[in-house]
């Protein structure tokens, strides 16, 4: 990793953040797991703020191992899978032998 200082825990200051949490749990039969609530929520704010170089930053470093796929998959969900299947595409493309697709002005 690159060094953070992040540790397993994410913290932040809750104002009206906390107090409409609290009140949902009081509202809603059977409570809410704030907890869930918070990871579902830092997922899909972590995949709002890349951007397609950061994309292609985060599968380049999954593809070297620099990465897991359980961290590469927080941040580009279902995109990994297609990710991976344009990587097998291309790379099975480029395999190919092109001469068969070469044709003369007649046909041959």
């Given at each position: 990793m690159?060094?953070?200082s992040y540790d397993k825990t994410i913290q932040f200051r809750?104002?009206?953040e906390k107090e409409a949490a609290e009140l949902l749990d009081e509202i809603h039969i059977g409570g809410i797991n704030v907890s869930e609530l918070a990871r579902v929520g830092l997922v899909e704010m972590l995949r709002q703020s890349l951007d397609e170089q950061d994309k292609i930053a985060v599968y380049e470093?999954?593809?070297r191992g620099e990465?897991?796929?359980d961290v590469a998959r927080v941040l580009l969900g279902e995109?990994?899978?297609r990710m991976d299947?344009?990587?097998e595409s291309f790379e099975a493309a480029m395999e190919r032998d092109t001469s068969a697709f070469l044709t003369g002005?007649?046909?041959e």
């Open positions: 690159s060094g953070s809750a104002g009206a470093r999954y593809s990465i897991s796929e995109k990994l899978n299947e344009e990587k002005s007649d046909g």
